[in-house]
Each structure stands twice: as structure tokens, then as C-alpha cells.
């Protein structure tokens, strides 16, 4: 590569932005994600993802199931241009069912963007996927959330999040009073109001920006007692709270908190700027070969999602990669080292939830999509002139079971394609029992509403009507046991053992009793919540949180 050459990657990799949002559901994700849209362009008029009876949905929703039921449960990738900036979206799903989904998702991303509802503070799984951004120590951005409507003390907010999360925090703005008292927010560095007007919620209104030292003109606007009592709370955080540093925030110890209100579009442009100007460009990622760098020449990514039928007209398959090093160009030869196998890729593809446009050229940082022929798994690497394994990603234990079945016995066929698609895609999981027939396999998954999106799509993408029978499991384990070992549990224990996709074993357990009781019987057997132990897989250190 030319010095010319490097120089443009350098300056094109630098303009990236690669980042997640996460949440617990109704904190406010989805309008959040579509109030950046309309700010970079993509997008004119934001529609609220509950507005059904205007038929109006929210762009990164496109899944039928999820405008029938106005929540997200696959995870989106949206790109779009914002002054001198590339962003890449990750629109993670806002169900907690669909935890795993974001697992992978934030696989691919350089940071992260945590909204906090101002009512109600953290929640049960905010908690969940910040330990995940943690562990992998990316830069977690906090947007307290739901300022025009009433609200929690921010100083309690802010006290919350330390104590709950555990991360130190620096308040970038401060808010000014909330609901119908809601006035504006005052931006700590230029020591001015950013005054809230007017409650459109499908455009942008400009906020009226005001110097703190202009009294008289804040004092026709504001309230003196709400202006004091913000000024009164921004004092204590300047006085007793963390000072900021670059350092902590990159390795995920201190998040910088902004506050506003994304359903009328307020405070979100002046995060958005501070949030490009502060969070890295794309990072180097961890292989069987040590670190791969974003400015290496030779291209290189990894698969972190695979979805079928996005286009029901095409049936076609994608395969979502994140570039980690050099430029990805149509016809370039990669090999996948997991199949030792030479492949040469077409076109790029760019996303725009389920719109798409070819690429020239894409960059590391980018999230672009390639045709899958049925070949790649989640967690694929893609290498150009060599031969080296990113690390994977891992699968968790469900904690839902069941077996399906079809009255149709000539669509079995086409029921079992749709389930290997469907589990290679990550929306279950599906074990086989060797005791059993074959043609039953167990599936397996976190949450009940993955089963409700398995037979939606098994429905309307393989044209098979199917129902689920449950089984009376609740736990799910993977062993490295050998399969001497796992014969002598069966028989000691009459536990029920499986091998998922990859060939893995795991037992299965009825209840917390069944799991003690084999633990106690079978304490020679090492247990595991994830498959990271038995693969290498990403997220090693998710051991800590998801292991016994």
C-alpha cells in the first residue's frame, strides 16, 4: 500500500464511529435512535414507534412482528454522515429477551450509549448489558432521559449510577428543573442555557442558546427559583464531584452524562456533537495472533449477526461484518480460517434498517453486509493473506425450552431448514438429544418472545404453521466433560444431556434442585453458563459474570 494510500486510511478510519445503544425497555432507545437519524440526514420525519393507527413505525423496526407489537427485538444497523463523521448504528433490541442479540452486537461496537429514564433511574436490564460494556471496557456515554416529563433529583441520578453501576460519572450538562417546569439545560463547558421551547416531536426544534451571564434575558424565561436551584445543584457537582479524565473514560471507568429529551428532540444534538468529538475511533480487537490494528493494510472483520429474508422478495441471506483493518473492495479473496477455506466477496452493502445501497470502498469501523451463501456462522473471521481467528462470540445458557411440531408432515423438510437458518442466526438456540429422534430437536432460549419470533417467521418466511410444546426444563449448563464422564452423570444423576450446534455438550436441569443435587453428586464436572470456556470465545472475562 502506498504512503498516499495510508495516509487516506488513516484520515478515513479517524472519521468512523461505531457504537451501540443500550437500555431497559421504554427508556426511550428507539426514539433516541431515530432523533440521530434525523439529525444526520437519513431521515426527514421521525415516527414514533408506538404511532400505530397513523401506520407510522420507527425506521430501525422492520420486522413485521415488531410493528405489530411497537418494540424492537432484532438488532438494526443504520450508517449515516454527520458533518465530517461515518457512523455505524447498532440499534440493539430494546426486549430483554433478546439480551443475547445485543451480547453480539456489542461485539462490533467502540462505544456505547447508555439511556437512563429520569423516572426511574437504572433498571434491572441496564444493569445486565453495562456489565457486559464494562468487562469489554469500551466507553460507556450516559443520556439521562425524559426530562419534559416529571423526574428524579438528577443529583440522586447521578449518586444511582455510581452506586449501582459502579463507574464514576461527569455531568456534561445539568437540567433545569423537569416536566411540565422543564426550562432547558445548562452546558458545563460554555457556562450557557440551552433553553427548551415548543414540543414537536417529529423535527428539530433549535434550541435558544443563552450565556448564563445574560441574566435579564434568562430571567424573562426562566423562573428564578428553578434557575437557582440548578445553578445550586451544579455547584455541588463542581465542588465534590469527579474531575474529568480522557484516560478513565476511555478504559470505561467514568462516563460523561447528558441530559434531555429525545421524544421532542432536545439536548440531542448537543450530545451527538460532544459525543463524536469525545468517543474513540475504531479500536484494535484481540485474535489467536494478538492485537489486529485498524490501520493494518490487509483487510480483515468478523461476523457479529447473520439474517435471512431481511428481503422476503429475494430470500436472500446477509451476513453483518465489522471491518477491523484495512479497506474492503469488491472481489477481494479472504480466507475463513474456521473452514480453512478461500472465498472472494462481492460488492459491500450498506445498511439503513432494511434499505440498502452498494459501497465502493468500506473502512475499518464499518458494519457493512455480505451475501451468505450458507456458509458463515456468528463469530466468523474474514482474513485477507493470512489466517488468524478473531476471538468468538459466545452463546448463554436459556433458561426456555420447548420441541416443535407441525401437522403438515410434507413441510418437515422445510421446517427443519427454517430452524437450522433460524438457529444459525442466532434467534435460538436448538440442541439435539441423542435419545431422541433426530428430528426433534430441543430448542432453547432466553426469553419466551424469541419462541413467538421463531413461529412468526417460520409462518411468514418458510410457510410453515408450527406450535410449541414446552418442556419442564429451567437450566441450562455446558460441561467439558468427557463423554465417559457425562455417561456416569446420566446414570448417577438421570440428568439429560445434549450437544448444541457446534458439537458442545451441555445437561439440562428441571429445576435449581436438580442443578444443586448435580453439583453435589457430580462435583468432579465443571459446569458452565456460556460456551466461552469450551471455544476461546470473545468476552473470556464474561466468566465472571456468567459462570457458577
Not at 457486559?132 to 443529583?155: A, H, M, Q, Y
Not at 452423570?489 to 428441571?510: E, W, Y
Request: aromatic residues 10%; negative net charge.
Amino acid at each position: 500500500m502506498s504512503s498516499i494510500d495510508k495516509n487516506l486510511l488513516s484520515s478515513e478510519v479517524n472519521r468512523r464511529r461505531t457504537f451501540a445503544i443500550i437500555s431497559h425497555p421504554d427508556a426511550g432507545k428507539t426514539t433516541m435512535t431515530e432523533k440521530l437519524l434525523l439529525l444526520g440526514g437519513a431521515i426527514r420525519l421521525a415516527g414514533s414507534v408506538k404511532a400505530k393507527k397513523s401506520k407510522k413505525f420507527a425506521t430501525s423496526d422492520w420486522m413485521e412482528l415488531e410493528k405489530q407489537r411497537g418494540i424492537s427485538v432484532s438488532t438494526s444497523v443504520m450508517n449515516f454522515e454527520y458533518r465530517n463523521f461515518i457512523c455505524n448504528l447498532l440499534d440493539t433490541p430494546g426486549h430483554q429477551d433478546f439480551s443475547e442479540d445485543t451480547y453480539r452486537t456489542l461485539a462490533a461496537a467502540d462505544a456505547a450509549i447508555m439511556l437512563i429514564d429520569a423516572a426511574k433511574g437504572v433498571e434491572p436490564q441496564t444493569i445486565k448489558l453495562f456489565e457486559v460494556c464494562k468487562l469489554r471496557g469500551i466507553p460507556i456515554f450516559t443520556f439521562v432521559n425524559k426530562l419534559d416529563r416529571e423526574s428524579r433529583d438528577p443529583l440522586d441520578l447521578m449518586h444511582e449510577i455510581e452506586s449501582v453501576l459502579g463507574i464514576a460519572t461527569y455531568p456534561m450538562s445539568w437540567p433545569v428543573s423537569s416536566g411540565e417546569r422543564f426550562r432547558g439545560i445548562i452546558e458545563r463547558e460554555t457556562r450557557s442555557l440551552h433553553f427548551f421551547e415548543g414540543r414537536n416531536t417529529t423535527t428539530e426544534t433549535v434550541a435558544k442558546i443563552i450565556p448564563l451571564e445574560n441574566k435579564e434575558e434568562i430571567s424573562a424565561l426562566v423562573p428564578e427559583d428553578l434557575l437557582t436551584e440548578a445553578l445550586d445543584g451544579l455547584d455541588m457537582v463542581e465542588m465534590a464531584g469527579d474531575e474529568f479524565s480522557s484516560e478513565r473514560f476511555l478504559r470505561g471507568e467514568l462516563s460523561p452524562v447528558f441530559f434531555g429529551a429525545a421524544m421532542t428532540n432536545f439536548g440531542v444534538r448537543l450530545f451527538l456533537e460532544k459525543f463524536l468529538e469525545m468517543s474513540p475511533s475504531p479500536s484494535a480487537k484481540g485474535s489467536n495472533q494478538g492485537k489486529i490494528e485498524p490501520l493494518s493494510p490487509n483487510f480483515s472483520g468478523f461476523i457479529f449477526k447473520i439474517q435471512a429474508n431481511m428481503d422476503p422478495k429475494h430470500r436472500d441471506r446477509i451476513a453483518f461484518l465489522r471491518i477491523v483493518s484495512g479497506v474492503y473492495e469488491a472481489g477481494i479473496n479472504v480466507t475463513i480460517p474456521r473452514l480453512n477455506r478461500e472465498i472472494r466477496l462481492t460488492q459491500p452493502q450498506q445498511f439503513f434498517a432494511q434499505d440498502r445501497s452498494t459501497l465502493d470502498k468500506a473502512y475499518a469501523g464499518d458494519v457493512v453486509g455480505i451475501y451468505d451463501p450458507g456458509i458463515f456462522t456468528i463469530g466468523d473471521s474474514l482474513v485477507e493473506g493470512g489466517s488468524f481467528s478473531f476471538e468468538g462470540i459466545p452463546s448463554f445458557a436459556p433458561e426456555n425450552f420447548a420441541v416443535v411440531r407441525t401437522s403438515s408432515a410434507l413441510k418437515r423438510k422445510q421446517l427443519f431448514k427454517g430452524l437450522v437458518q433460524l438457529c444459525q442466526e442466532g434467534t435460538v438456540q436448538m440442541f439435539v438429544d441423542e435419545t431422541r429422534a433426530a428430528s426433534d430437536p430441543i430448542l432453547a432460549a432466553v426469553g419466551s418472545l424469541q419462541f413467538d419470533v421463531l413461529l412468526f417467521r417460520l409462518k411468514n418466511e418458510y410457510n410453515v404453521d408450527c406450535v410449541l410444546d414446552s418442556l419442564a426444563f429451567k437450566h441450562a449448563r455446558w460441561t467439558n466433560a468427557s463423554s465417559e464422564e457425562i455417561a456416569e452423570a446420566k446414570a448417577a444423576t438421570d440428568v439429560v444431556s445434549v450437544r448444541d450446534m457446534q458439537g458442545c455438550s451441555l445437561f439440562l436441569f428441571k429445576n435449581d434442585f436438580t442443578l444443586s443435587y448435580f453439583q453435589e453428586k457430580c462435583n468432579n464436572i465443571k459446569l458452565f453458563r456460556s460456551n466461552s470456556s469450551l471455544h476461546g470465545n470473545m468476552m473470556q472475562m464474561s466468566i465472571n459474570i456468567f459462570e457458577e
